[in-house]
């Protein structure tokens, strides 16, 4: 009898031993799909603001697929606010020359 209730507490342990270890590999792994969305809403802000230097005319609204972009025309240049449907934005600052 003894024996079983070695062996109950083995499998117990190895049975926490795999679920921690679970645990901790889906934790990495929403890190990193984390990381791979904040990079790729990087991209897209830059491929707004890319876009908007050339599309940009005057003070205006324009909209794309992916998002807006505010240009306010400057003595220098444009100011950019470029906003993804998703909420995330940034302000960039083009200049004509």
Excluded: W
Excluded at 18 to 24: E, N, P, S, T, V
Excluded at 27 to 46: G, I, K, R, S
Excluded at 68 to 74: A, E, H, L, N, S
Aim: hydrophobic share 40%; net charge negative.
């Amino acid at each position: 009898m003894p024996e079983q209730g070695f062996i109950l507490i083995q499998t117990l342990l190895l049975l926490l031993g795999i679920g921690a270890a679970i645990l901790l590999s889906c934790h990495y792994m929403d890190e990193a799909v984390t990381q791979l969305q904040l990079e790729q809403e990087a991209l897209q802000l830059e491929s707004l603001v890319r876009a908007a230097t050339s599309d940009c005319r005057q003070d205006e609204t324009i909209h794309y697929p992916i998002g807006q972009v505010t240009c306010t025309q400057t003595d220098k240049g444009f100011k950019m606010e470029a906003i993804l449907e998703s909420g995330q934005r940034i302000e960039a600052v083009v200049s004509n020359g």
